[in-house]
């Protein structure tokens, strides 16, 4: 049965998200028209979702709403701070704390246990909005690319980047034995569907995250060919605990060699579209065929 609650929370939850992606600029000028105060403090709406969810699944804990109110706001006043800095431009130790912070928190998990199991994925999204607003709205962090307005430059590119990291992740992960072929042909129904929630659920936040601000950041530090090398590793490392109990050295291998080229396709055009289609095509590939 479905639950009204769930589905005004998940409409909540994925309207900052699309808005950011579809509507920049509006949301832009939206944000600069609103007083200082009340741009830094609108982030506690991202609390709204949790509320909801929580009160009609029975789950509410005032530690975990206040988090959900207050963490939001946190990261915006950060991220004010850090706009407001002589190294803005090429970044300072806020931002990076920031990232650090978010990273962890979703790669281990540290807040899924506020969520019902099969709700968990309200944590990750509620992060990335908050992620979004304060790097983006507040911060006015540019050279990200998070515009989700594909164009067919965008899939060109994407494609690819997918065509030349294809034959050499094949062959590395056959003899490794993380990957293992399988012949049944999918219906275009279910492929069609995995790949539009891989693009929107697991590759752009990831593509956003790791390309569009991580490296994005790095590159004014530390040059564009390091700063590939370096966000490609952290890529591979955010998959140690993915599929297996221990450390899973065999994804962290492959992940980081599909971040060089996830990485390749973002920053030829700086567009985080672009490197979600060729994460999207990889992991639908993968599901379906390699797995």
């Known amino acids: 049965m479905i639950n009204p609650a769930i589905v005004i929370a998940a409409l909540v939850t ?14 832009e000028h939206a944000a600069q028209a609103l007083p200082v105060r009340v741009r830094l403090f609108a982030s506690v709406l991202l609390c709204v979702p949790y509320l909801l969810v929580a009160s009609s699944t029975g789950t509410f804990r005032w530690g975990w709403f206040a988090l959900y ?65 304060g790097l983006l709205v507040v911060r006015e962090l540019d050279g990200v690319g998070f515009d989700l307005r594909l164009r067919l430059r965008d ?4 494609l690819g980047e997918f065509i030349f990291y294809t034959p050499i992740a094949i062959a590395l992960g056959l003899s490794l034995g993380f990957l293992h072929l399988h012949a049944a042909w ?20 990831e593509e956003l995250f790791f390309r569009g601000w991580i490296q994005n950041l790095l590159e004014r530090r530390i040059g564009r060919s390091p700063a590939l090398l370096v ?31 996830y990485g390749r396709s973002w920053r030829q055009e700086r567009r ?8 999207s095509t990889v992991d639908t590939i993968w599901g379906f065929w390699l797995r």
């Open 272 to 279: 985080v579209g672009a490197s979600a289609i060729t994460h």
């Open 231 to 261: 966000t490609a590793a952290l890529f591979g490392l955010s998959h140690f605990n993915k599929r297996a109990l221990h450390f899973n050295w065999r994804y962290v291998v492959l992940a980081a060699l599909a971040g060089i080229f």
């Open 186 to 205: 999918p219906r275009l129904l279910p492929l069609g569907g995995a790949f539009i929630f891989t693009f929107l659920f697991i590759a752009v936040p």
């Open 155 to 158: 899939v060109r590119i994407g």
């Open 69 to 133: 109110a207050l963490l939001p706001v946190a990261i915006s006043t950060l991220m004010w701070q850090a706009k407001h800095r002589d190294t803005a431009r090429d970044g300072n130790w806020r931002d990076y704390l920031l990232l650090a912070l978010l990273g962890l928190a979703i790669d281990l998990r540290w807040f899924e246990p506020a969520w019902p199991p099969h709700l968990a994925i309200f944590n990750k999204i509620l992060l990335l909005d908050a992620g979004i607003y």
């Open 14 to 27: 994925l309207t900052p998200y699309l808005a950011a992606a579809l509507f920049p600029r509006l949301v």
